[in-house]
């Protein structure tokens, strides 16, 4: 089982991934990290 499966495999993952989807249309929500820090 690939990592698609997994996340398609129950109800709870499916809502899990649907959740996530949505918060990336939220650029709002995202964490900047400048690569020159790291």
Do not use: C
């Not at 990336?24 to 900047?32: R, V, W």
């Not at 990290?33 to 790291?38: C, T």
């Amino acid at each position: 089982m690939d990592e698609t499966d997994y996340l398609l495999s129950t109800e709870a993952n499916r809502q899990h991934l649907q959740e996530a989807i949505e918060s990336l249309k939220n650029p709002d929500s995202y964490i900047y990290v400048d690569a020159a820090n790291l």
